[in-house]
């Protein structure tokens, strides 16, 4: 098995993260394919929380979304959303919420809801789901998204899922967004700002840079993001054999 | 008293020009048939609800049945965009849509005090966001207990809300298991409830196992008996999500006019679900039902 595309490194890059976690919300699209992989590599015993009601998912196959009938069976608890929301997620039980983007800034505000103005938007987007209540009340948040100038943005036109604030995230707020992975690299955040902690194999600084919609500082010697494996690979490859959501 | 109805009858009874409308359920079972029947009978100026909105809603706009959404996140799950949504409210084409927008726990919630009695529900979100800027019905309030900042959202009482169950009693007792997303809020929030169901049983089946009902009959007006009602959703353990369907419906919405063939085909020139049914055909039929897994059962006792 040789060779893997950019959004097969991407998503193993995600799961590798979530070794030391224990619950993890799971958001639509990309994040639900990383989740999945890291319950069948990195982390078997991480407690997979869906905003359909689930909590302690077994994912038989890749769920078709978030609210696959996959999640149901074979899960620890289902519930109304309500208490799902209300107890799990506010209630503080949630370590860690993986959330996808269409547009992110240095400060890591997410938007999910328009390009352009709101009330004459270029583009609609599906809007906030439950990521702006995941934003403020999971300890913590990573994000998964393709990255280009037009989505690594100076300001994003909305703030669907508020990120770092000047001055800070409220106390009573979780720790807010603390990695962002895209198909060339992997972003920490120092003192809410986003840098680059690694580039993929291949991709050089240059074109990390050209993909992002302000200046973004990198030190030269930044690491590279270890390869995947061949399990890592194979396991990718049993949950998305046709590459329909990993083109 | 037996509340079983045609879907033509309880749509045409009780579903009403310029009513706000709540066909729920989350990812599972989205009764398809109710809103086909509701295109069908060429309702009109619907405020249309619903935390995804999913395909269903993008069939009802482009029908031109609706006036104004009111969503928190809206597209076709897993594949992408709705685009007959997306031209109402980015080109208003062929007509403009209201959007009254919230997150899912706004949505959740604002079902919850409508269902409760509540002026309102408050809940940790929405600070830091743009939504109340953009959505002025999402309101800071201040905790009558301390310093704390809340965020308000108003109670939503549907007219109608529309559920798909797995089995109801004739009286309409409905059980559901899987997801049960936030149904029971949509219904008990409602004037009028419609119960759509796989199956039909007695109600003793219902009473030996009363913890797996998720609305009582006391709240229900309607009880349609619709088998496949909820394709390309799924039912819990009767079929799969059509997810062929789903990948197929992003070429099929983007195109205006295939739009509307499609309408025509599925909708317009079908009598009922029954037809759209055999129109789907037994091998498919075949290929989306699951493997049978049956739960364990409990046992509550006999108190006699």
């Not at chain 1, 934003?135 to 690594?152: D, E, L, P, T, Y």
């Not at chain 2, 604002?110 to 408050?122: E, I, N, Q, S």
């Not at chain 2, 699951?290 to 108190?303: I, R």
Request: with cysteine; aromatic share 8%; net charge negative.
């Amino acid at each position: 098995m040789s060779g893997w595309t950019e959004s097969e490194m991407m998503v193993v890059a995600a799961a590798r993260r979530l070794t030391d976690e224990r619950v993890c919300f799971v958001g639509i699209g990309l994040p639900n394919i990383a989740c999945a992989l890291a319950k069948r590599t990195a982390n078997p015993q991480l407690e997979l929380v869906y905003e359909s009601g689930v909590f302690g998912a077994e994912p038989a196959r890749l769920p078709l979304s978030i609210g696959d009938p996959t999640l149901a069976a074979g899960a620890a608890a289902v519930t109304g959303m309500f208490q799902l929301f209300a107890y799990y997620l506010q209630g503080g039980r949630v370590d860690v919420a993986f959330l996808g983007a269409a547009q992110i800034d240095a400060a890591g505000n997410i938007n999910t809801t328009v390009v352009g103005d709101y009330a004459a938007p270029d583009v609609r987007l599906p809007g906030s789901g439950g990521a702006c209540e995941i934003g403020i009340n999971a300890k913590k948040v990573f994000v998964i998204m393709r990255q280009s100038a037009r989505s690594f943005v100076p300001h994003v036109d909305f703030v669907t899922t508020s990120g770092h604030p000047p001055g800070g995230r409220p106390a009573r707020w979780g720790a807010g967004p603390a990695l962002v992975v895209t198909q060339l690299g992997v972003f920490g955040f120092t003192e809410g700002v986003m840098q680059l902690e690694s580039v993929h194999p291949g991709v050089d600084i240059a074109t990390v840079r050209a993909a992002c919609g302000w200046d973004l500082e990198v030190d030269a010697a930044v690491a590279q993001t270890p390869p995947p494996t061949e399990a890592e690979l194979a396991a990718v490859r049993v949950l998305d054999p046709d590459r329909t959501y990993l083109r | 008293m037996s509340k079983v109805a045609s879907m033509h009858d309880a749509v045409a009874a009780l579903v009403r020009d310029g009513d706000t409308v709540a066909i729920e359920g989350f990812t599972h079972l989205i009764s398809f048939a109710a809103g086909h029947e509701i295109i069908r009978q060429r309702r009109r100026d619907l405020t249309l609800c619903r935390l995804t909105p999913d395909i269903v809603y993008d069939q009802m706009v482009a029908a031109g049945v609706a006036r104004k959404l009111v969503f928190s996140w809206m597209g076709n799950p897993g594949v992408g965009s709705l685009h007959a949504i997306r031209r109402r409210i980015e080109h208003a084409d062929p007509a403009p849509l209201e959007i009254e927008e919230y997150s899912h726990f706004g949505m959740v919630g604002r079902y919850t005090a409508g269902a409760a009695g509540l002026p309102f529900f408050p809940l940790r979100s929405y600070e830091g966001s743009d939504l109340p800027t953009a959505n002025p019905r999402i309101v800071p309030v201040a905790s009558p207990y301390g310093d704390e900042i809340v965020y308000a959202v108003p109670p939503l009482n549907p007219d109608v809300t529309i559920i798909g169950v797995q089995r109801a009693t004739a009286a309409g007792d409905a059980q559901v298991w899987g997801l049960t997303g936030c149904q029971q809020e949509a219904a008990f929030a409602a004037d009028r409830v419609i119960v759509v169901c796989e199956e039909l049983v007695d109600e003793a089946v219902v009473r030996a196992d009363p913890n797996r009902t998720l609305v009582p009959g006391l709240v229900v007006d309607a009880v349609v008996v619709v088998p496949h009602g909820c394709h390309p959703s799924f039912a819990q353990g009767y079929y799969d999500r059509d997810n062929a369907f789903y990948l197929a419906w992003d070429a099929i919405s983007r195109d205006p006019e295939a739009l509307a063939a499609w309408i025509d085909e599925w909708v317009y020139a079908l009598a009922d679900h029954a037809e759209y049914a055999a129109k789907v055909g037994e091998e498919r039929w075949r290929e989306l039902t699951p493997v049978s897994a049956p739960s364990g059962g409990v046992d509550y006792g006999s108190y006699a």
